[in-house]
């Protein structure tokens, strides 16, 4: 056999190679984008993913529709991949909205529940308030349960209208603010990375400038760095497990955003180490010499010289370290827990998006919300790479100048 035609060959099985890696990626994205993509709205990202509950206090007032019956029908602020409409919408005058009577089924329940469909503008449901005088910002999907006591529980739509109509003067509404969002998600997910890399970036640049700088090459620092590369491919729920066991239970800071954090930074601590230094050494020790022979300490050097020209490589640690904590579950899901709330303090319990992905696919079987929030983190981790390398970029080039 010729040798352009083992090169052909090579070339061939590289081509293929190349193709099935890209396939695959396309074909995983392209499945996410396609699941989630009709779930993905400002509501879903901006609300949170239980119900809220609302009374609405307001006063009724007589406010006719400005819309033909045609727009109004053409209202449909449901989803319809769970919701069906079975009556409506019928608009009533003394509280100035539309109302319709909706079947919502998803994977675990299956309920009939009467929507807010349209509101009229100048309608007293805008200038509601809860029982602390907050203004409260009903929109056109809230739930409406009550109204003054009267509950609309095995009701018709007909029957919902003439109630309401046959009210006036004070009113009290309950309301009830559809779930599904993952607002919650986003900021717990955003503290952890915040948080987690606090902790692990300076003691990961630290632990480098020791390996690199002062270290002397032995046993040592081979067991050291040894070390660091093993803790880097054992698996995230050994981790949970030492975080359960040590900062949950032994230091009592319970099932938290901190615990959570803690074990993430050490998840990351082989990761920043072993990048960083490898950044160290690539800066030419000429430099090192030269700020030296000027006078400057071992120190100055460091933080002056190697560490600026090391910029680069370390912000590719804080790149892989940002993936590392968005794309992390099994250890939170021991540490940081599954309340989907935002943590009012360090020590509440979170749910990051790739916890709530798993809790929303394994417990409800709702593939398509899970696809939606997947699209969120893929977004997310790009955002957050374009943001880094940007600003990798730009002390880049100061340090040139």
Do not use: H
Not at 67 to 92: A, M, Q, V
């Amino acid at each position: 056999m010729s040798r352009k035609i083992k090169d052909n060959i090579v070339k061939s099985i590289i081509y293929l190679a190349t193709a099935i890696t890209l396939s695959v990626l396309l074909f995983i994205l392209g499945f996410i984008f396609v699941k989630g993509i009709g779930l993905v709205n400002w509501d879903f990202l901006t609300r949170d993913y239980n119900e809220k509950v609302f009374y609405a206090f307001t006063q009724s007032e007589e406010i006719p529709m400005s819309i033909d019956t045609d727009t109004l029908s053409k209202n449909t602020p449901y989803d319809d991949r769970y919701e069906t409409l079975t009556e409506g919408p019928i608009y009533i005058e003394n509280i100035g909205a539309a109302v319709s009577k909706i079947s919502y089924k998803n994977y675990t329940s299956e309920k009939e529940q009467f929507v807010i469909s349209y509101i009229e503008k100048g309608s007293p449901l805008l200038n509601a308030k809860d029982s602390t005088g907050a203004t409260i910002n009903i929109k056109t999907d809230f739930i409406l349960e009550s109204i003054n006591g009267e509950s609309f529980e095995n009701l018709t739509l007909d029957e919902v209208v003439s109630i309401i109509s046959s009210q006036s003067g004070d009113l009290k509404i309950k309301v009830v603010q559809p779930g599904g969002g993952i607002k919650s998600n986003i900021i717990t997910t955003l503290y952890m990375v915040l948080i987690s890399l606090l902790v692990a970036l300076p003691i990961g640049i630290f632990g480098a400038i020791y390996l690199t700088e002062y270290a002397k090459p032995g046993r040592i620092v081979n067991i050291i760095r040894f070390a660091a590369e093993t803790l880097a491919g054992i698996p995230s729920i050994v981790f949970g497990l030492f975080g359960m066991a040590f900062f949950v239970v032994a230091l009592n800071l319970q099932i938290s955003l901190i615990s959570g954090s803690l074990t993430v930074a050490i998840i990351l601590l082989p990761v920043i180490i072993r990048s960083t230094e490898e950044a160290l050494k690539t800066v030419p020790m000429a430099f090192r010499e030269g700020s030296l022979a000027l006078g400057a300490t071992k120190l100055q050097t460091i933080f002056k010289v190697v560490l600026p020209c090391a910029v680069p490589g370390i912000a590719t640690a804080v790149l892989l370290s940002i993936g590392r904590v968005v794309g992390e579950s099994a250890a939170l899901l021991l540490t940081a827990g599954t309340v989907s709330q935002i943590p009012g303090t360090l020590f509440s319990p979170g749910s990051t998006l790739t916890v709530q992905a798993y809790y929303i696919a394994k417990e409800e079987g709702n593939i398509e919300l899970a696809c939606a929030i997947g699209i969120v983190i893929i977004v997310i981790v790009i955002v957050l790479n374009i943001l880094s390398r940007i600003t990798s970029d730009k002390l880049d080039v100061f340090n040139k100048k």
